[in-house]
């Protein structure tokens, strides 16, 4: 942020141009109440640009420090321009109606309710006692209730409610904190809940599963202690395996479900109130994570979910049951079949819910724009994303220079959609898997509304090299200049477009699948990137992939090719004896069958899982992986467990050494990480010195895995290179569409037609 020759002597009037995620968070009310203590003359508005404001009077270069270094809470000023005037005739401060035109602002993400409005949601004395939609400029709804840009209440979904005298007053009150508060409204005025709290609780205890209407869509909640509830709603939502996420009241009540550190708690504070894995504690329903020692746990963010917890608590009436531990928990994940987008809707949730559900809660705000919740992780110490979602989107990554408009369509699995704008780039909510033709549509919705918030008209678009992704099909008919970017170099231009890193880095890229330059089946490679041109300078051993892309659903398949490798397809019998199609397969590739082949560091974890008799099967993406990393307490290297030749690193030995059946799973998926730590580690310290670079870009799917991430960082530092990991967006393919964005800009700004080559 910068404001030009504010230290110089004021002039008597000044315009200023305020710029960032200045909207929806109180600025204008803010600077009002700010030039008024000042007794400055003038006036504020929003427009397409962001907040742009007039003072005059003595004291204008007071005002300009408070503005620069007190902004609102939610406020995100980027730049503050100031231009001298000349003196007018003025009486006043005035807030000014809004104005349009092309749109160079933004929207702020949706904020957890704030302290001052819980705190009047449970006063009996105040006229938002138990109003499920209280809110004010601090907090509450912001993108998942905008229609368009600037923000105000005419361009939201509560244009349709009319205010009632006394929020009228509060909205017009510069002295309140509802000062041109846009989403205002009250019992008397505002959206009506078709359940009462009382009545949610009454069939949570009861085991009943309930669907509730929230900011960015609807949740399905059961008591998360109640066993024969989680596994129903497994049952009727089709979710074999695949963990939920839990809510609890407050802190304390986090205490008994989980043992959670000092920066876990913290970030389970954030104003975004994202969902934050931390160990289990092991007292809730074994159904929440099975065969996992984490669970993700969330506090209440919208005033739905503390009147819950309030009316479980037999609704007191003094303050201090919302410190006190509640017993109550709830499992509140997304509420949809199994592929489905989140729903949205009322008439959309009867009709998708009614099965699932034995109590539908609706109210009548509309949400304009469906959002899952953010997970996140604490990794090294520092926040990481699993998914960035709720509380995040839209908030732009800075690329640190401008560019052309380039619209990145992201992968096919966890998919995103990225517009650059300027020198930022706004990548979308998670959107999910699109070989669901719901999810397809939601796809496009979000496309859509992304370009049309932002009011741009893309140059370019990007997409993934694979022909058969949804995304690279819809970037096909977009009709404008085409880049292909290759997926693991996508996923490294990521990390390092974050880091704002542009001369060359080397880059680690492990997940289960992407395509490599000439069709191979990648996962495990690391390269050389600088812009848009990137080399592969080594990687995994490849690996039989049996079945091809079937064996990232069935690990035993990638049992089998291992064995095949290593020539022990007798032990097949041994290892598999309750799969009778492994039993065949192995008999099959002994009669000579040649199965496809990749490098997936994915596919690696499968085969090692496999072996050690922990997975045969998948109910979802990276099951064994994370049952895997779930048994580690301490990872150990072992003497012997890879070959390092000339930049392929095969970890042959010590699959060997797993499918020889005498470690238990914990000691062989212990032994495995410490492997993968030090044989990863090896191969980027080998080529760092050939090549003479020590920042290495570590990305793709597979560090999501904390024992892997935090291992081979520390090990790179040990071995003198720089690690840059993702943290503003996912390191898995919920970040692809980012680094397809950084590549196409590059490549559309630079004039080296090989860099045209190696990306397309």
């Given at each position: 942020?910068a404001?030009?020759?504010?230290a110089?002597?004021?002039?008597?009037?000044?315009?200023?141009?305020?710029?960032?995620a200045?909207?929806?968070v109180?600025?204008?009310?803010?600077v009002?109440?700010?030039?008024?203590?000042l007794?400055l003359?003038?006036?504020?508005?929003?427009?397409?640009?962001?907040?742009?404001?007039?003072v005059?009077g003595?004291?204008?270069?007071?005002f300009?420090?408070?503005?620069?270094?007190?902004?609102?809470?939610l406020?995100r000023?980027?730049s503050?321009?100031?231009?001298?005037?000349?003196?007018r005739?003025?009486?006043?401060?005035?807030?000014?109606?809004?104005?349009?035109?092309?749109?160079?602002?933004r929207?702020?993400?949706?904020?957890a309710?704030c302290?001052?409005?819980?705190?009047?949601?449970?006063d009996p004395?105040?006229?938002?006692?138990?109003c499920?939609?209280?809110?004010?400029?601090?907090c509450g709804?912001?993108?998942?209730?905008?229609?368009r840009?600037?923000?105000?209440r005419?361009?939201t979904?509560m244009?349709?409610?009319?205010?009632?005298?006394a929020?009228?007053?509060?909205?017009?009150?510069?002295?309140?904190?509802?000062?041109h508060?846009?989403?205002i409204c009250?019992?008397?005025?505002g959206?009506?809940l078709?359940?009462?709290?009382?009545?949610?609780?009454?069939a949570?205890r009861?085991?009943?599963?309930?669907?509730?209407?929230?900011?960015?869509?609807?949740?399905?909640m059961c008591?998360a202690?109640n066993?024969a509830?989680?596994e129903?709603?497994?049952?009727?939502?089709?979710?074999?395996?695949?963990?939920f996420?839990?809510?609890?009241?407050?802190?304390?009540?986090?205490?008994?479900?989980a043992?959670?550190?000092?920066?876990?708690?913290a970030?389970?504070?954030?104003?975004?109130?994202?969902?934050?894995?931390?160990?289990?504690?092991?007292?809730?329903a074994?159904?929440?994570?099975?065969?996992l020692?984490?669970?993700?746990?969330?506090?209440p963010?919208?005033p739905?979910?503390?009147?819950?917890f309030?009316?479980?608590?037999?609704a007191?009436?003094?303050?201090?049951?919302?410190d006190?531990?509640?017993?109550?928990?709830l499992?509140a994940?997304?509420?949809?079949?199994?592929?489905d987008?989140?729903?949205?809707?009322?008439?959309?949730?009867?009709?998708r819910?009614?099965?699932i559900?034995?109590?539908?809660v609706?109210h009548?705000?509309?949400i304009?724009?469906?959002i899952?919740?953010?997970?996140?992780s604490?990794v090294?110490?520092?926040?990481?994303?699993?998914r960035?979602?709720?509380?995040?989107?839209?908030?732009?990554?800075?690329?640190?220079?401008?560019g052309?408009c380039v619209?990145?369509?992201?992968?096919?699995?966890?998919?995103?959609?990225t517009?650059?704008?300027?020198?930022e780039a706004?990548?979308?909510?998670?959107?999910g898997?699109?070989?669901n033709?719901a999810?397809?549509?939601?796809y496009?919705?979000?496309?859509r509304?992304?370009?049309?918030?932002l009011?741009?008209?893309?140059?370019?678009?990007?997409?993934?090299l694979?022909?058969?992704?949804?995304?690279?099909?819809?970037?096909e008919?977009?009709?404008?200049?085409l880049i292909?970017?290759?997926?693991?170099?996508?996923h490294?231009?990521?990390?390092l477009?974050e880091?704002?890193?542009e001369?060359p880095?080397l880059?680690?890229?492990?997940d289960?699948?992407?395509?490599?330059d000439a069709g191979?089946?990648?996962?495990?490679?690391?390269?050389?990137?600088?812009g848009?041109?990137w080399?592969?300078?080594?990687?995994l051993?490849p690996l039989?992939?049996?079945?091809?892309?079937r064996?990232?659903?069935e690990?035993?398949?990638?049992?089998?090719?291992?064995l095949a490798?290593?020539g022990?397809?007798?032990?097949?019998e041994?290892?598999f004896?309750?799969?009778?199609?492994?039993?065949?397969m192995?008999?099959?590739?002994?009669?000579?069958?040649?199965?496809?082949?990749?490098s997936?560091m994915?596919r690696l974890?499968?085969?090692a899982?496999a072996?050690?008799?922990?997975?045969?099967?998948?109910?979802?993406?990276?099951?064994?992986?994370?049952?895997?990393?779930?048994l580690?307490?301490t990872?150990?290297?072992?003497?012997?467990?890879?070959?390092?030749?000339?930049?392929?690193?095969?970890?042959?030995?010590?699959?060997?050494?797993?499918?020889e059946g005498?470690?238990s799973?914990r000691?062989?998926?212990?032994?495995?990480?410490?492997?993968?730590?030090?044989?990863l580690?090896q191969?980027?310290?080998q080529?760092?010195?050939?090549q003479?670079?020590?920042?290495v870009?570590l990305?793709g799917?597979?560090?999501?895995?904390?024992?892997?991430?935090?291992?081979l960082?520390?090990?790179l530092?040990s071995?003198?290179?720089?690690?840059l990991?993702a943290?503003?967006?996912p390191?898995?393919?919920?970040?692809?569409?980012?680094?397809?964005?950084?590549?196409?800009?590059?490549?559309?700004?630079?004039?080296n037609?090989?860099d045209?080559?190696?990306?397309v």
């Open positions: 942020m404001y030009a020759d504010a110089r002597t004021a002039p008597q009037r000044l315009r200023v141009r305020v710029r960032g200045v909207q929806g109180g600025f204008r009310p803010f009002h109440d700010l030039a008024t203590r007794r003359d003038g006036f504020v508005k929003n427009d397409a640009a962001g907040v742009l404001l007039e005059q003595e004291r204008v270069d007071a300009l420090d408070a503005l620069s270094r007190r902004p609102p809470p406020a000023v980027e503050i321009e100031v231009e001298e005037l000349p003196s005739k003025s009486s006043r401060f005035v807030i000014l109606d809004s104005v349009g035109g092309a749109s160079s602002t929207i702020v993400p949706d904020a309710v302290e001052d409005c819980l705190d009047e949601l449970f004395a105040s006229r938002f006692y138990l499920p939609f209280v809110t004010c400029t601090h709804p912001r993108y998942t209730l905008t229609r840009l600037p923000y105000d005419a361009q979904s244009a349709s409610y009319a205010m009632c005298p929020c009228a007053r509060d909205y017009r009150d510069p002295a309140n904190r509802r000062f508060a846009e989403p009250c019992p008397e005025c959206p009506k078709s359940a009462s709290p009382a009545e949610i609780v009454r949570l009861a085991g009943k599963i309930v669907a509730t209407k929230g900011v960015g869509g609807f949740h399905l008591d202690r066993g509830a989680v129903e709603l497994r049952r009727r939502k089709a979710r074999d395996a695949k963990p996420a839990v809510m609890a009241a407050n802190l304390s009540s986090v205490a008994s479900i043992r959670a550190t000092e920066q876990e708690l970030l389970l504070q954030d104003v975004a109130r994202p969902i934050v894995l931390m160990q289990s504690t092991g007292v809730l074994k159904a929440i994570a099975p065969r020692n984490r669970i993700g746990v969330m506090l963010y919208a739905l979910h503390h009147l819950i309030h009316a479980a608590a037999g007191p009436a003094t303050r201090a049951w919302r006190a531990p509640q017993e109550l928990a499992v994940t997304s509420a949809n079949l199994g592929g987008p989140l729903v949205k809707d009322n008439a959309e949730a009867q009709a819910l009614g099965d559900a034995d109590l539908i609706t009548d705000r509309e304009v724009t469906r899952d919740d953010s997970v996140m604490v090294v110490g520092a926040p990481a994303f699993l960035r979602a709720r509380g995040f989107t839209p908030e732009p990554i800075e690329l640190g220079a401008e052309p619209v990145a369509a992201g992968a096919h699995l966890k998919a995103t959609i517009v650059t704008r300027g020198r706004f990548v979308s909510q998670h959107v898997d699109l070989s033709a999810t397809a549509r939601f496009r919705e979000t496309a509304r992304l370009i049309d918030l009011d741009v008209k893309p140059e370019f678009v990007a997409c993934d694979h022909p058969d992704y949804f995304s690279t099909r819809w970037a008919e977009q009709g404008l200049p292909r970017a290759q997926h693991h170099a996508a490294l231009a990521a990390v477009a880091h704002r890193v001369g880095a880059g680690l890229a492990l289960g699948h992407g395509l490599g191979q089946s990648w996962g495990g490679e690391l390269m050389r990137l600088g848009a041109s080399r592969r300078l080594g990687g051993a039989p992939a049996p079945g091809g892309d064996a990232a659903r690990p035993w398949r990638m049992g089998v090719g291992a490798k290593l022990r397809l007798d032990a097949a041994r290892l004896a309750d799969e009778p199609r492994a039993i065949e192995a008999r099959i590739i002994g009669q000579g069958y040649a199965p496809p082949v990749t997936s994915g974890f499968d085969a899982a072996l050690l008799g922990l997975s045969t099967r998948q109910h979802y993406e990276a099951q064994a992986a994370m049952e895997m990393e779930a580690v307490v990872p150990r290297a072992m003497e012997g467990a890879f070959h390092l030749l000339d930049g392929e690193l095969d970890f042959l030995p010590l699959l060997g050494v797993l499918a005498r470690l799973p000691e062989g998926a212990e032994l495995f990480h410490g492997a993968l730590i030090e044989g580690a191969l980027v310290s080529v760092a010195t050939t003479e670079l020590d920042l870009a990305g799917g597979c560090m999501i895995n904390r024992i892997l991430a935090e291992g960082t520390e090990r530092q071995l003198g290179l720089r690690p990991r943290q503003k967006l390191p898995n393919d919920g970040g692809l569409s980012l680094g397809q964005a950084a590549m196409a800009r590059a490549l559309a700004q630079s004039r037609s090989q045209f080559v190696r990306c």
